[in-house]
Structures are given as C-alpha cells and as structure tokens.
C-alpha cells in the first residue's frame, strides 16, 4: 500500500535522476550530482532538503548521526552513490535511514557508468511491530 502511495512522487525523482544522468554522464563525485539533483528537483516543483541529519537511538540515547543526501517533500529519502557499482551494503544504509526515521520510502541513486535505481520501502507499522516483538520478547524472558 505504501509503495503505491509514494509511487508518483519516487517516479518524479526518478525522472529527475535520469535528466541529471542524461546531462551529466558518468564520473564526477557524489556532491555534484547531489546539487544537481537538487536544482533538478526543484525544478519539478518538488521540495527538497539536502543533507538531512538522522539520528540513531539506542535506550532512548542518541548513539550515532549520519546524514540522508536528500530528502524529498519530507516523504522520500534519497541517497546518491557515484560507483561502478551498488554493493547490498548500500542499500542496508538506506534502509538504516529508514529504520531511523519516519520516513518509509527511500531510492538509492548510482550515477555509475550503468545509472542504477533501488527502492526501498520499511514502513512505520513495520517499525511499530518490531518494537512490540521485542517487549514481546523481553516479557517472556
């Protein structure tokens, strides 16, 4: 249900990504088609914040923060590689990302010598019963 939720806004992205890629080609570093993706998104009338802070809590505590290279319309994350290419560590970062928001869709974006696309869906229900496995888990401990 979520998938088709964010469809039309992760093909918008999607589109976006193969304008940048079209244009651009393969070969510059990351932060370029960052900015470029950007400027594309907005373009398209998307919002689009860049190097969006995620924090991992562990306990309650903040144990760790990274950094999404984009977030669209607060509802997709984006993270841009410029590899030859995608590795499934790669998409556990996404996926991490998601783990660690509210966000539950997120593309990961390869401007390699091949562009490449992952989507990746965790919904927050998702989240909500792995926490409640867990006290499930503790209880009966």
């Known amino acids: 249900m979520i998938a088709q939720v964010h469809a039309e806004l992760t093909e918008k992205i999607i589109c976006c990504f193969y304008n940048v890629y079209n244009s651009l080609g393969y070969g510059f570093l ?13 373009k398209f009338g998307l919002k689009c914040d860049v190097q969006m802070p995620v924090s991992v809590y562990y306990s309650g505590e903040v144990i760790g923060e990274y950094f999404s290279d984009l977030l669209v319309n607060q509802s997709v994350i984006v993270e841009i590689k410029a590899l030859q290419a995608l590795v499934p560590a790669h998409e556990a970062q996404l996926l991490n990302y998601l783990k660690a928001t509210d966000i539950e869709v997120g593309l990961l974006l390869n401007f390699g010598p091949e562009p490449q696309i992952k989507r990746k869906i965790f919904t927050n229900q998702n989240k909500k019963n792995n926490k409640q496995w867990c006290l499930e888990k503790r209880r009966q401990s």
């Open 30 to 42: 990351e932060k370029v088609y960052e900015k470029a993706l950007h400027l594309e998104l907005n």
